[in-house]
């Protein structure tokens, strides 16, 4: 099976801009494409505002530490994406395959073990739907999706994008735990 992935976008007119202040307000830097360090632009990063695509901010250079997840709208302070702080040193856009069609499979063990469960939809409380308290691997089919750490789309984020994950650790969790699941909208 070959899997084709067609971008509906111009990948010139994506952009994110991030501000240093609270309320987008301080120097500010727009950004149109992948970037690992995002250091040299600004200090601090208080406030985002998503004109189009969605992105995923990371807390570290190339790629590291706590991932935010952001689709287009306004973030006026970091509370509003569900930051830990002001520290933003990197981000990626999301690429998403045409079509709009969305599917998961959460397992109980890892290497695809155990129970298991799939998903088309959001599912803010997946113990209310699988009854593991772990989730120790998953394989995302179609779509882009995020892991939120605790129900209701709350805690850490990690996004998971088409392949296999084997185990917890390949999405960058430290422990197995899994409270929510979204889908990453294209726009």
Known sequence: MVFVLQIPWDLSSLQVIFYEDKNFQGQSYECSTDCSDLHS???RCNSVRVESGSWVLYEKPSY???QYILTRGEY???QHWNGYNDSIKSCRLIR?????LYKIRIYERADFGGQMME???DCPSIHDRFP???LQSCQVL???WVFYEHPNYRG????LERGEYRRYSDWGASFPIVGSCRRVSEF
């Open 41 to 43: 632009f600004f200090s």
């Open 64 to 66: 590291g530490g706590y």
């Open 76 to 78: 006026p302070d970091y």
């Open 96 to 100: 998403h395959a045409t079509g709009g």
């Open 119 to 121: 998903f088309t939809d």
């Open 132 to 134: 593991y308290r772990e």
């Open 142 to 144: 179609e779509g882009a």
């Open 156 to 159: 850490r984020q990690y996004l």
